[in-house]
């Protein structure tokens, strides 16, 4: 187990693979740790130095009192990389893990080389949905939005599984303050602007039956990056790294090789 104090708080990290090799940074979503990757990663070449860790308020992570700031979680993940000394890295961002690198991006293009935008947007929802969300969270717990959830996150067929339980225990057991304090970064978070100026190589992934980032507003966000690749995965919700990971690892792994990342 790592835990790398970064000043204000404690951070859960993980390394795979090669520590000398290509560095992939990956960051999760609301509601999730980094076990969202556990299928993806051993699908990857060898030879990449693979990092994961559980954002503020997720995981093993430190859970501060929210509400979060998105310059808050911009720096968790810039503190992460300096202390692991990651330069020139491909990062990999699923939902407000996307938001993560878009603003990383934006601030140390000497970390950030390359992004991976997976189901994920410049803007996600609306301040006043997020208010009504964590109002609910905060009255009923997280169990109150679990079956909801379950729904935007998984296809129909995956939500039929026994591992679609899992997941589900993992959403219900993260903190509630970690929840709603991450929820709140979402709400004031519109890296429209910003992310317009960004001209780095990017891929842009969405699933099919995503529910909570639909393949439009993601396909948006791909519109805005000058020369990103845009991916639709069949068959997946939210979270294709878990329902589809030998396409994500195909898909994910061309566009490593594409950029001489591999």
Not at 28 to 51: A, C, E, H, K, Y
Request: hydrophobic share 40%.
């Amino acid at each position: 187990m790592n835990i790398l104090d970064i000043g204000d708080i404690n951070l859960h990290w993980r390394e795979d693979g090669d520590p000398s090799g290509a560095p992939v940074v990956f960051a999760n979503s609301l509601g999730t740790d980094f076990r969202m990757w556990d299928r993806l990663v051993p699908l990857l070449p060898q030879g990449l130095r693979l990092i994961r860790y559980d954002k503020r308020g997720h995981g093993l992570s430190s859970c501060p009192q929210g509400p979060y700031a998105m310059g808050a979680l911009v720096r968790d993940a810039e503190r992460l990389c300096d202390a692991l000394n990651v330069k020139d890295c491909v990062f990999v961002g699923l939902s407000v893990g996307g938001l993560i690198a878009q603003g990383l991006a934006v601030k140390r293009l000497d970390i950030v080389r390359a992004m991976v935008l997976s189901n994920t947007a410049a803007k996600i929802g609306t301040a006043q949905m997020w208010t009504d969300r964590t109002a609910a969270i905060r009255e009923g717990g997280l169990e109150s939005i679990a079956d909801a959830m379950m729904e935007r996150w998984f296809s129909k067929p995956f939500r039929q599984t026994e591992e679609m339980q899992g997941w589900r225990a993992m959403l219900t057991r993260q903190p509630v303050e970690g929840y709603c304090g991450v929820a709140a970064a979402i709400a004031g978070t519109d890296f429209i602007t910003p992310t317009s100026g960004l001209t780095l190589p990017t891929l842009v992934i969405a699933g099919s039956e995503d529910g909570a980032t639909p393949p439009d507003l993601v396909r948006e966000t791909s519109d805005l990056i000058r020369g990103a690749r845009f991916n639709l995965i069949r068959g997946a919700g939210h979270l294709p790294p878990v329902e589809k990971p030998e396409e994500y690892a195909r898909v994910l792994t061309e566009f490593l090789t594409s950029i001489g990342h591999v």
